[in-house]
C-alpha cells in the first residue's frame, strides 16, 4: 500500500475540515448525517432508560440493546454483497427512508402508551435489520465522495459527526426526558431523518453502471472471506476489531444501568456521561482529521488499542458521577481514534470491489457484546462484567500485536 511521503504529509496542511472545504458531496454527506445522528442519539439514550423503566433487569437492557445489533451480525454480510452490486447511494437513501418509519412508529407506541418490552424488541430488531443493509454501503460509499489521499480525514471527520451528535443528542434527549417524556425522544429522531434524505439527494456521482457477475451472491461472500484470511495484515486487524467491537462497546449498552443502579443518578445524569464520552472522542476525530497524515497509523493504532482497554477497565472502577465522566473523556478519545484508524486503514488497503463486504465484516461484531454484557452483568454484576470486558481487549492486544508485526508498520 502507497502511504504519503514525509514530504508531501508535511505540505499538507493541519486543517481538521479540510475534507468538508475540498469535497462538496461529502459536506452534504457529513451535514444530513450529522444532524440525523443527533436524532439516532436521543433515540438511543431513550430507548436504553425506556427498557430499563419497562423490565428493571440489567440483562433485558442488553437484550434490547442487542436486538438492534444482532441483525446487523447476521445479514451484514450479505448487506455489503448488495453493497458490491448495486448503487450504495440509493440503498442509503431507501434504508434511511425506512429508519424514519421505524423511528415514527416507535414514537407512536410509545406516546399512545401502548409499548411494552415485546413491541421495543420487535421495533428495536427491524431498525437493526435496515442498518445491517444501510450499514456497509454507507461506510463503503464514503471513498466515493473523497479522494483515497483523503480518505482517514474524511472517516475521522466523520466519526467525529457522530461524536458531535452523542455530545448534543444525549444532551438534547436529557432535556426532552424532563419535560417532554420518552415518546418525544423517537419522535425527534424521525424528523431528524429528513435533513439527511435532503442532503443525499442533492449528491452528484457518476452515474452507477451494473456491473456483470459471473458468480453467486454466496460464492462473492465466500471470496471476501478467502481475501481477509489471504491478507495477514487484514486477517490480524480484523481479529483486532472483532474483539475490540465484542468487549470494547459493552460499557455503552450498560451505561443506563451503570448510570441507575452503580452511579445513583438518573436520565440527567446518563445523558451527562453520554455527552462526556462524545466531547472525549470529538477531540480525538478532529486530532486525527488534523493530523493524520503526519502519523504512523501502525504504531497510533497499537498505543490507542492499549489505552482503549485500560481505561475500560478504569471506568468500571468508578463510583462517582464526576471521576467516571473525566474516565469517560479518555475513554472515549482513545475509542474513536481507535476506530477511526482501524476503519481508515482497512479502507484504503482493500480493493474496491471488495470493500462492500469487508466493511460489513468490520460492523458485524458490537451485537454478541451487547448481549454477553447483559448476561454477565446478571450473574456478576455490571462493574465486573464491564472489567472484565477491558480485560480480554488487553490480553489479545498483546498478544495480536506480537503474532502480526504487519499491523504496526502499516
Given at each position: 500500500?502507497?502511504?504519503?511521503?514525509?514530504?508531501?504529509?508535511l505540505?499538507?496542511?493541519?486543517?481538521?475540515?479540510?475534507?468538508?472545504?475540498?469535497?462538496?458531496?461529502?459536506?452534504?454527506?457529513?451535514?444530513?448525517?450529522?444532524?440525523?445522528?443527533?436524532?439516532?442519539?436521543m433515540?438511543?439514550?431513550g430507548?436504553?432508560?425506556?427498557?430499563?423503566?419497562?423490565?428493571?433487569?440489567?440483562?433485558?437492557?442488553?437484550?434490547?440493546?442487542?436486538?438492534?445489533?444482532?441483525p446487523?451480525l447476521?445479514?451484514?454480510?450479505?448487506?455489503?454483497?448488495?453493497?458490491?452490486?448495486?448503487?450504495?447511494?440509493?440503498?442509503?437513501?431507501?434504508c434511511?427512508?425506512?429508519?424514519?418509519a421505524?423511528?415514527?412508529?416507535?414514537?407512536?407506541f410509545?406516546?399512545?402508551?401502548?409499548?411494552?418490552?415485546?413491541?421495543?424488541?420487535?421495533?428495536?430488531?427491524?431498525?437493526?435489520?435496515?442498518s445491517?443493509?444501510?450499514?456497509?454501503?454507507?461506510?463503503?460509499?464514503?471513498?466515493?465522495?473523497?479522494?483515497?489521499?483523503?480518505?482517514v480525514?474524511?472517516?475521522?471527520?466523520?466519526?467525529?459527526?457522530?461524536?458531535?451528535a452523542?455530545?448534543?443528542?444525549?444532551?438534547?434527549a436529557a432535556?426532552?426526558?424532563?419535560?417532554?417524556?420518552?415518546?418525544?425522544?423517537?419522535?425527534?429522531?424521525?424528523?431528524?431523518?429528513?435533513?439527511?434524505l435532503?442532503?443525499?439527494?442533492?449528491?452528484?456521482?457518476?452515474?452507477?453502471?451494473?456491473?456483470?457477475?459471473?458468480?453467486?451472491?454466496?460464492?462473492?461472500?465466500?471470496?471476501?472471506?478467502?481475501?481477509?484470511?489471504s491478507s495477514?495484515?487484514?486477517?490480524?486487524?480484523?481479529g483486532?476489531?472483532?474483539?475490540?467491537?465484542?468487549?470494547?462497546?459493552?460499557?455503552?449498552?450498560?451505561m443506563p444501568?451503570?448510570?441507575?443502579?452503580?452511579?445513583?443518578t438518573?436520565?440527567?445524569?446518563?445523558?451527562?456521561l453520554?455527552?462526556?464520552?462524545?466531547v472525549?472522542?470529538?477531540?480525538?476525530?478532529l486530532?486525527?482529521?488534523?493530523?493524520?497524515?503526519?502519523?504512523?497509523?501502525?504504531?497510533?493504532?497499537?498505543?490507542?488499542?492499549?489505552?482503549?482497554?485500560?481505561?475500560?477497565?478504569?471506568?468500571?472502577?468508578?463510583?462517582?458521577?464526576?471521576?467516571?465522566?473525566?474516565?469517560?473523556?479518555?475513554?472515549?478519545?482513545?475509542?474513536?481514534?481507535?476506530?477511526?484508524?482501524?476503519?481508515?486503514?482497512?479502507?484504503?488497503?482493500?480493493p474496491?470491489?471488495?470493500?462492500?463486504?469487508?466493511?460489513?465484516t468490520?460492523?458485524g461484531?458490537?451485537?454478541?457484546?451487547?448481549?454477553?454484557?447483559g448476561?454477565?452483568?446478571?450473574?456478576?454484576?455490571?462493574?465486573?462484567?464491564?472489567?472484565?470486558?477491558?480485560?480480554?481487549?488487553?490480553?489479545?492486544?498483546?498478544?495480536?500485536?506480537?503474532?502480526y508485526?504487519?499491523?504496526?508498520a502499516?
Amino acid at each position: 500500500m502507497a502511504h504519503p511521503t514525509p514530504s508531501r504529509a508535511l505540505r499538507k496542511p493541519i486543517n481538521p475540515f479540510r475534507a468538508l472545504q475540498v469535497h462538496r458531496n461529502f459536506r452534504l454527506f457529513w451535514s444530513g448525517q450529522t444532524v440525523s445522528l443527533i436524532g439516532t442519539w436521543m433515540q438511543t439514550v431513550g430507548q436504553g432508560w425506556l427498557a430499563l423503566e419497562l423490565t428493571n433487569s440489567a440483562f433485558l437492557v442488553g437484550v434490547v440493546s442487542a436486538a438492534g445489533s444482532f441483525p446487523v451480525l447476521l445479514l451484514s454480510l450479505y448487506g455489503g454483497v448488495l453493497a458490491d452490486r448495486r448503487s450504495k447511494l440509493r440503498i442509503v437513501i431507501i434504508c434511511q427512508a425506512l429508519l424514519l418509519a421505524e423511528a415514527a412508529a416507535l414514537w407512536w407506541f410509545t406516546w399512545t402508551g401502548r409499548i411494552d418490552i415485546n413491541s421495543l424488541l420487535v421495533l428495536t430488531t427491524l431498525g437493526g435489520v435496515i442498518s445491517a443493509f444501510e450499514i456497509p454501503a454507507r461506510q463503503a460509499m464514503i471513498v466515493e465522495l473523497v479522494t483515497r489521499e483523503d480518505i482517514v480525514d474524511a472517516i475521522a471527520l466523520n466519526s467525529g459527526g457522530f461524536n458531535l451528535a452523542r455530545i448534543v443528542g444525549p444532551s438534547i434527549a436529557a432535556v426532552i426526558l424532563a419535560r417532554y417524556g420518552l415518546a418525544w425522544c423517537f419522535g425527534i429522531n424521525a424528523l431528524s431523518y429528513l435533513a439527511v434524505l435532503a442532503s443525499l439527494s442533492q449528491i452528484r456521482l457518476p452515474r452507477w453502471t451494473p456491473v456483470e457477475y459471473l458468480v453467486s451472491p454466496f460464492e462473492q461472500l465466500k471470496h471476501g472471506f478467502q481475501y481477509i484470511r489471504s491478507s495477514r495484515s487484514v486477517s490480524g486487524l480484523m481479529g483486532v476489531i472483532a474483539i475490540f467491537s465484542i468487549f470494547g462497546f459493552q460499557y455503552l449498552s450498560m451505561m443506563p444501568v451503570i448510570a441507575r443502579d452503580v452511579l445513583h443518578t438518573g436520565a440527567g445524569g446518563y445523558g451527562l456521561l453520554l455527552t462526556f464520552v462524545g466531547v472525549g472522542a470529538l477531540t480525538g476525530a478532529l486530532s486525527l482529521a488534523a493530523l493524520g497524515a503526519r502519523i504512523r497509523r501502525g504504531r497510533l493504532f497499537n498505543a490507542t488499542a492499549y489505552a482503549f482497554a485500560g481505561l475500560t477497565m478504569l471506568f468500571s472502577l468508578m463510583r462517582t458521577v464526576h471521576l467516571a465522566a473525566v474516565v469517560l473523556l479518555f475513554l472515549g478519545l482513545a475509542m474513536l481514534i481507535n476506530g477511526a484508524l482501524a476503519n481508515g486503514i482497512l479502507q484504503s488497503v482493500v480493493p474496491d470491489e471488495l470493500r462492500g463486504r469487508v466493511m460489513a465484516t468490520y460492523v458485524g461484531f458490537a451485537p454478541i457484546g451487547s448481549f454477553i454484557a447483559g448476561a454477565l452483568s446478571r450473574l456478576i454484576g455490571v462493574e465486573w462484567a464491564i472489567f472484565s470486558g477491558g480485560f480480554v481487549m488487553l490480553a489479545y492486544a498483546l498478544w495480536a500485536f506480537s503474532k502480526y508485526p504487519e499491523i504496526r508498520a502499516v
